[in-house]
């Protein structure tokens, strides 16, 4: 898993990227961090920047188990090497243990920032 102040910068560069017309809603994986706690540090660390005036709404996000069969459950054991045995299958399946998941602006169909406008 990777350690908070890393995600707080990749999240910080990811949203300088895209507009955000002033909001932005992410999910912040619970066993890296309080949802509370990485919102408090998000507004301590953007002071003074562009991303200062972002209304940042922060959500849990589960770590769960995707496997080729079609099961799809949250999974709460903090030691894995990113699989485990399936418990409908038996197959090896994948962890999906994400640090963060940015929900809006959505990345897929967000525009990207052309200016940067102080006021």
Known sequence: MEKVGNVLINLMQDLSQYSTDGNAHIKINSSMCDPHQFQTLFNYFTKGTI?????????????????????????????????????????????????????????????????????
Request: hydrophobic letters at 25%.
């Open 51 to 119: 991303l200062e005036r972002i209304d940042l709404k922060v959500d849990e996000l589960n770590t769960y188990v995707d496997c080729s069969c079609g099961y799809n459950q949250d999974f709460d054991q903090d030691d894995h090497a990113g699989y485990t045995r399936c418990p409908r299958c038996g197959k090896f399946a994948e962890v999906k243990d994400r640090p963060y998941e940015l929900v809006t602006p959505n990345p897929s169909n967000a525009n990207l920032r052309t200016n940067i406008r102080f006021s």
